[in-house]
């Protein structure tokens, strides 16, 4: 079980690394952030899904929905409430005293989701994962396997046909156009999410141990779709924020296929190298997460810094930040998403 926690801790790291590289607001030389987004996001509700326990008895049901709200919204909220008396602390020192200006941004801020833009540029993932747990906790509970492959199978189809809809009716400027479709806290994408968090928990399996065979064909696979889209063959985008999903098919063949590469490797990296830095910044990854693109606004009007520096800045602070909160805040273990329920202990009889 330790070599389990072992790749998964690490692919986790790398993939909050690829999460900074790709909010990096330069331009970069490579189309890194494209291949970035292929499949990172996905990769996670992969991850996510892949530890998923059913709720066996249906009166457990409050109680795990309350631990999952303590473990994901109570830090959102946190993490939310921190960096906006930041920001409104920098607005009124700047002579910001307009109240429209702060009734506005604090309308936008409760809706949440593709909304917010700037310091909450992620904020979306944490609660479009709640709602992706809190519906396939529903399916899994009330409905047998083959009614729950059914009922994925017309949300991944509605998520494509809300995709059609911001996308080529409204048309524009993808992050305009997934605007016009009001919807707080970016609840719609669960629709896309939980299909890859399905695909995590039913092929557990296959997850925690990638065989060479897979792991070759999935390399091919991946290979062979960024050759197409360098040749313009295929044009494939992917921003679950913004409700682009671009082919039905593609939608979950190259996401998949990338993550299989991703696991596959770090599953082989495991057994041959110690990437305890990796695991590292995985212990900080909710913090991360959440800092990283509002230590560069802070930072960038006095420093001047590339893509390393870029990352370099949106991973050292925040994990500095996730220490001090840990060691100086009361409870800070679960403002960092650290909650958990203890069991209660059975008295054993003489």
């Known amino acids: 079980m330790k070599k389990r926690i072992t790749w998964v801790d690490i692919t986790k790291g790398f993939l909050m690394i690829l999460v900074v590289i790709g909010h990096y607001p330069g331009e970069l030389e490579f189309p890194l952030a494209k291949y970035i987004y292929w499949f990172h996001m996905p990769a996670f509700f992969i991850l996510s899904g892949l530890f998923f326990k059913p709720v066996l008895e249906k009166k457990d049901i409050k109680l795990t929905v309350y631990k999952r709200f303590m473990q994901l919204i109570f830090p959102y909220l946190f993490f939310l409430t921190s960096i906006t008396l930041v920001r409104y602390g920098m607005e009124i020192s700047s002579g910001n005293l307009d109240i429209q200006w702060y009734l506005n941004d604090l309308w936008t801020i409760a809706v949440g989701g593709r909304f917010i833009r700037g ?9 479009t994962l709640f709602f992706t747990y ?3 906790m529903w399916l899994t509970t009330y409905f047998s396997r083959m009614k729950q492959f059914i009922i994925l199978g017309l949300f991944y189809v509605l998520a494509h046909f809300e995709s ?8 524009g400027k993808p992050s305009e156009a997934a605007q016009s479709i009001p919807m707080i806290w970016n609840i719609d994408v669960a629709l896309m999410a939980i299909v890859y968090f399905a695909i995590g928990y039913y092929f557990k399996e296959l997850w925690m141990d990638v065989s060479k065979r897979l792991l070759g064909t999935a390399v091919f696979v991946s290979a062979t779709a960024v050759l197409l889209e360098n040749f313009n063959i295929i ?13 039905i098919l593609l ?18 990296l495991a057994e041959r190298l110690s990437l305890n830095w990796l695991q590292k910044i995985e212990n900080h990854s909710l913090t991360i997460m959440y800092l990283h693109i509002f230590a560069d606004i802070i930072l960038n009007d006095y420093f001047t810094y590339g893509l ?14 996730s220490i001090l909160i840990k060691k100086w805040i009361p409870y800070g273990t679960i403002l960092l998403g650290g909650f958990s329920i203890k069991k209660k ?3 054993i009889s003489m």
């Not at 059609?164 to 048309?171: E, F, K, Q, R, Y």
């Not at 390393?308 to 930040?321: D, K």
């Open 345 to 347: 202990r059975t008295p």
């Open 308 to 321: 390393i520096g870029y990352t370099m800045i949106g991973l050292f602070i925040p994990i500095m930040v």
């Open 134 to 136: 809190l519906l396939f």
């Open 164 to 171: 059609i809809i911001a996308m080529d009716v409204i048309s």
């Open 251 to 268: 939608d979950l063949v190259i996401p998949i296929s990338f993550t299989i590469v991703l696991i596959g490797c770090f599953q082989l």
């Open 119 to 127: 310091a909450y540029g992620v904020f979306w993932f944490v609660t």
């Open 235 to 247: 044009e494939y985008r992917l921003s679950m924020k913004f409700l682009r999903y671009d082919h």
